[in-house]
């Protein structure tokens, strides 16, 4: 038996063509654990050592598909799911716009992985403890010399078998390789330590500043300390001495028609508006919504005056009332403007078209609660229709 | 002078055994630096620094400072921005499609022009950062879930952009360091000095120059010059999109990415040719880089700066026959408008002077080399300024018309990216070596068995 420190023996060559020969024999003698070390990657010696073609490209596949795929879908994720916006009237999901960004993450992906891959999956590196380093078979090699290696955890390894072997080979040098004293863990080490915590207290503090200070030194604050005038904010520019202009007299708003029977509880039925809403499936459901939500607290559900506020607001009327009936669509639409009586205005609440849609659903719901024997005809026919479709 | 095209030459000249090649890169690492390095050092030095201040006073006061201003919105840092990627993409191309078309020249100036790809993406890199106004923003180009529920817009060029050239950056690296492990090795084993061996050693990550490793990293290398083909037309042709994706006449042109890439790769092989030059004069390495090589380069130089011109031409065509006002408005102004002179350096340095390599004399010849170059690279520059600024300067009404000036701080800044590129390929060329000693073994003469020998008599 032989040394258990012995790692292999080596011989140095001299030309390609003789390390490509010996590759040859070595593999024909039956070793398998043994390795060619070369300057330069020399042509033929893949099929010389019989080595299998390199497994690498799967990786490449692997990540760089990976890769395409988690870019469309990230991509389709953000701009079509979490935050929809239509940019130069281009569709949500603008596959021919999202191809760079697709094709550039592939790339980076797939690189990064074949290196990644290979340098600690298939080399095992980073190892610069190996018994190989700093011997002068190391030197020779990686300068002009070609060498073989014979490992002694080959099957077949015999010291003196395997030196006769390597002298039948013509080589300029043999060299026996020992396995170096391990080195200690350096990864403990408390110098090693300190080094760390030091890293982490200077970039969680430089973080920090940067952050939550320097981002509001001079010069970085400069965009807030602007020489525009801010809105609430006093100015000596105008007479009045607000930052702020009020509009001119008489503008107004968009969607914001004054309303000129406000403050009047007995309109002129020629002040009342006409109902420039048809009533649409749309609208009703627009009607519906906000009625549920405004009105149905005092007024109920359908309208009855079935308050749900159990007393501690005065039930109003019963909006099937004969008087509710008769009012014209611009009186309803007066009463959720101005208020009637104990009620409130609901102009604050509800826009132009809401409140008319809630006219709208009143009217609806008017109909439904005094139905005629016609409308039940009709409606027995739409269940049925309904029901066969 | 009697050149035989009929044979290859060699890839590397004078008959050198491998460990002479090795001794010739390895030379500049091992020697102290001496005088003249330092000069040229402080040189680069003191553009940077130049550059560095006019940085700072932007950053200070604002962009202002600057002569960009309505409806003049993109100028020098944007044309700065493209010149730069535009200088990096020669390096890809001879490291990455040369390796591919089994150029055996390449082997002696791929690392080098890598080095300048990696430089000059940084030098770009810097501009789109600062034209922003508030750099420390700039992380609000990338992707990431914020406060405001906002992501970036993924249809946009610009953003493209942050995406092409970081990817770009990123594997030109890898790429770079890939080549450079089994180099990091040989230098371990052959230097006496404990902290460079530590250095080394870190950096080889314990290379063994192992048949079984070598096979994997020849694949890894032909992998990644794969990717990084398609990779570079793709990163100049998604600047071009920074302009033709948009509506304004003179820069919303189909012939755009082609265009570009050709330019870029010209652009390139003219700051190639330039530092090489030098590099080869300086360090002896008239061997490794030899006199072919910068007569291929120069060839390549010709053919891009003929697609170039043809671009020129073909975008005058094509306003005319489009037959859109705007656009033939645009390209006469450019001709013979305010910005004529701009134009006109531009066609004369790019299309004009390198027609001079149709001689084969002037191809081999340094000094008319080295003329050409330096016009072409002045050249590039302004056909990047005549894109941006004379397609802006005159808006669609007329009372919105300019006239561009950049200021100092303009000007500093450029000085300053060069100081910062040449700055760090002179720090480059004592630290690293700058020919890739495993790749220039490999292609020495008699370094590969011999079809007798080896295999089929084994």
Redesign the interface.
Known sequence: MHNKNLFGVSALFD????I??V???TTDAGYKKF???????????????K?KP?K??FI?LVFGLTGSFIALL??YW??SV??PMI??G?PFF?LP??I??T???T??L???A??IG??TF??K??????P??DTNY??Q????KFGLVIESADKNFELEKVKEFLQSLNPIAIEEIYYQEKANNSLLEPRFLTLLFAIALVTSGTTYFVLNKL?YMT??D??STQLKLNPQKPSDLFSDGYGMRSPVKGTVAQGFMPYLAKGNPNPNSNDLLENPYLITEENIKLGKSKYLTFCSPCHGNFGDGDSRLRGQFPNPPSLHSKRAQDFKDGMIYHVIVNGQNSMPSYAPYLNHEERWSVVNYIRVLQRAKNASESDIQFAKKENVKNASN | MNIDYSQEAPAVAGRLTLAEIEELVAKPLDTRPDKKYFIALSISGSALMIGAICLALSFYYGLGLWGNNQPIGWAFDIVNFVFWVGIGHAGTLISAILFLLRQKWRTGIARFAEAMTIFAVMCAGIFPAIHTGRPWLDGYLLPYPNQHSLWVNFTSPLLWDVFAVSTYFTVSLVFWYIGLIPDFATLRDRTSSKIKKTIYSLFSLGWRHSSRHWQHYEKSYMLLAGFATPLVLSVHTIVSFDFAVSILPGWHTTIFPPYFVAGAIFSGFAMVVTVLVFVRKIFDLENIITMDHLEKMNKVILATGMMVGYAYGMEFFIAWYSGVQAEQFVFVNRAFGPYAWAYWIMVSCNVIFPQLFWVKKFRRSIPVMMVVVILVNVGMWFERFVITVTSLHRDFLPSSWAYYTPTLYDFGILIGSFGLFFTLVILFTKSLPVVSISEVKAVAEGAQPSHHGGVVNA
């Open positions: 030309s390609p063509d003789k490509i020969s590759a040859k024999k390795d060619i070390n070369t300057p330069y990657p020399v042509h033929g010696m893949e099929k010389a050592m080595l390199s690498l490209g490449t990230f991509m953000t701009m979490d935050y940019i130069s281009k603008a716009a999202f760079p960004v094709f550039e993450v790339v980076l797939a690189t990064l074949t290196v290979m340098i298939f080399f590196f980073p190892e610069n403890h190996h190989l380093h190391m030197k090699v990686s300068k002009d981002l010069p970085f400069w965009m």
